[in-house]
């Protein structure tokens, strides 16, 4: 990340809360993704439909970017696809050893005060920073 967007980045922002809302008004659950892909993995009765119809909005979404801009999707991968899919595995990992996401906690928790929501994202961010320093300081990637 270079460049600094805050009009994207607040429009981006004001989006995910209202969705987020939505959610919590209209099923009374909390829009965190790795909950909500975790249900698609293991479906309880009556529960696949909305959860797969919230997974496949996010993928279909990145295609209507595509077609609506002509522009290819603004990503640019600066690894491998090895060292991505292990990233993924972590991340994954550390959603379920942390009871939820950052979306779940940072942006559903927070909003509602959940004190254990506080402290997720304030250890989400501080390995966020550890991690960071490392990659960039001490190994030199």
């Excluded at 987020?20 to 993704?33: A, C, D, F, Q």
């Excluded at 309880?44 to 279909?60: E, H, P, Q």
């Amino acid at each position: 990340m270079t460049e600094f967007t805050p009009v994207t980045g607040l429009i981006g922002g004001l989006f995910i809360g209202i969705a987020s809302v939505l959610m919590l008004w209209g099923s009374g659950r909390i829009t965190g993704i790795s909950g909500i892909f975790g249900g698609v993995l293991t479906p309880s009765k009556g529960d696949f439909g909305w959860r797969a119809a919230f997974i496949a909005g996010l993928l279909v979404g990145a295609l209507v970017w595509r077609l609506a801009s002509g522009d290819p999707l603004p990503v640019d991968l600066q690894v491998s696809w090895p060292v991505m899919i292990v990233a993924g595995l972590l991340v994954g990992f550390g959603s379920r050893l942390g009871s939820g996401c950052t979306s779940g906690h940072g942006v559903c928790g927070l909003a509602r005060l959940s004190p254990r929501s506080m402290v997720a994202v304030v250890t989400f961010m501080l390995s966020a920073a550890i991690t960071t320093f490392v990659v960039r300081h001490v190994i030199g990637g």
